[in-house]
């Protein structure tokens, strides 16, 4: 029985692992992690992390062939594959520090799996690194190997929070890179078949190490480019009285453009798109091509004049002023699925309870900004014509 290891219980381990014991019942998977909290919780009935359909999964597999442990090194030691998820977060000190990615987790991650492998492992990138983080990873695992083999793979994750367990029954594609050497290409045959238990093998793409580790953070950065490009537009509507969603309808019905990521909203968040592409940046800045990282970096510039614009508008349609004054936030979480307000009848109590003029700033354009405004309140959408009010105290970005 082949034998996976995941270091890392996070949004993308415990779902992918998850969705692989799963679909693979001759798979033993394994997801440890150093946080007891973390692993507790998803040995109990309320698991760390919220996610459609996940609860299911787990529970159907869990105590068969998927476990959860913080018994990191003997896990690691017993398994065949093991998959490296832990957070590479944005460096906030030293070289590159604000853009590059922090490898401390990877590199300790990897230095352990060094150290307790007795036998020949496929070690799996499934965190997002930089592009060559491969080329470092070997040299960790190999340097003090006693003459075990080492198979390094990269296997980017493209789940959306929010939507992951779908996203990881029906990807649109995997994406295995590996060396391009026989033992590599054995590497990357192995990975494949698990993915082939439930993946039709023509959307498993395979290629080298250094094309799979760029295709995250490229994929990432083109994603985020169509939200910035959208709302950009939307400042432009705002002055000439366009209309931002029947802008982006129009842009979108030309197929080469399509439909999706094209909603105007207060920008992106999350916790991967702003530091994806500040570590594209910073890799563009290494390796002198300085135009290029300017042209991604603007990506992350219109996101944060997006955010200024929004809050400016609020702060000038309240006679510039918001000390003393009270400011609900509904929706604070960064995806629609949580944060949808549309037909809650809490909109009419408010009004009735607040100070007037009454003000909604729609900063993803969900809420029915007619029906608000019949009610009287005075409504901000996003790239929409402005209410008057709104056009006689212009805020400025
Ligand atoms: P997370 O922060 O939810 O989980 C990471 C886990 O790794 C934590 O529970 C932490 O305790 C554990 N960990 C860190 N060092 C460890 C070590 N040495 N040994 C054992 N456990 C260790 O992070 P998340 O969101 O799962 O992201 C993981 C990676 O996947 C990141 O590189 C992220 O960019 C990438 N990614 C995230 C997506 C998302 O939607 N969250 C989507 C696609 C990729």
């Not at 779902?15 to 998803?42: E, F, G, H, Y």
């Not at 959306?160 to 590599?184: F, K, M, Q, W, Y």
Request: charged share 25%; aromatic share 8%.
């Amino acid at each position: 029985m082949v034998k996976i290891c995941c270091i890392g219980a996070g949004y993308v381990g415990g779902p992918t692992m998850a969705v692989i014991a799963l679909k693979c019942p001759n798979i033993q998977v394994a997801v440890v992690d150093i946080s007891t909290a973390r692993i507790n919780a998803w040995n109990s009935d309320t698991l760390p992390i919220y996610e459609p359909g996940l609860d299911e999964v787990v529970k159907k597999c869990r105590g068969k062939n998927l476990s959860f442990s913080t018994d990191v090194e003997k896990h690691v030691a017993e398994s065949d594959i093991v998959f490296v998820s832990v957070n590479t977060p944005t460096k906030t000190q030293g070289l590159g520090a604000g853009k590059a990615a922090d490898l401390t987790y990877w590199e300790s991650a990897a230095r352990m799996i060094a150290d307790v492998a007795k036998s020949n492992k496929i070690v799996v990138e499934k965190s997002t690194v930089p592009v060559k983080t491969a080329e470092a990873i070997e040299k960790i695992l190999t340097h003090n190997s006693k003459g075990i083999n080492f198979s390094i793979l990269s296997n980017p994750e493209f789940l959306a929070e929010g939507t992951a367990i779908s996203d990881l029954l029906n990807p649109d594609r995997v994406l295995i890179g590996g060396r391009e050497t026989p033992e590599g290409k054995k590497a990357i045959e192995a990975l494949r078949d698990v993915y082939a238990h439930w993946v039709p093998v023509d959307r498993i793409l395979c290629t080298n190490l250094w094309s799979a580790e760029l295709s995250k953070l490229a994929a990432n950065a083109f994603l985020a480019q169509r939200i910035s490009s959208v709302n950009a537009m939307s400042a432009l509507c705002e002055a000439t009285g366009a209309d931002v969603s029947q802008v982006a309808h129009a842009v979108g019905k030309d197929t080469r453009i399509g439909p999706k990521f094209l909603n105007a909203s207060v920008g992106f968040g999350g916790s991967c798109f702003q530091k994806d592409i500040l570590n594209l940046v910073y890799i563009c800045e290494c390796n002198g091509l300085p135009e290029v990282a300017t042209y991604w970096k603007q990506v992350i510039k219109v996101n944060d004049y997006q955010k200024t614009r929004f809050v400016n508008r609020i702060v000038s349609s309240m006679f510039n002023t918001v000390s003393g004054k009270k400011i609900a936030v509904l929706g604070f979480a960064f995806k629609k699925d949580t944060g949808d307000t549309r037909e809650t009848p809490a909109i009419d109590k408010i009004f009735n309870d607040m100070q007037k003029p009454a003000f909604v700033f729609d900063g993803r354009n969900v809420v029915d900004a007619e029906k608000l405004r019949k009610i009287g309140f005075i409504v901000y959408s996003i790239g929409k014509p402005l209410d008057d009010w709104l056009k006689d105290m212009p805020a400025v970005a």
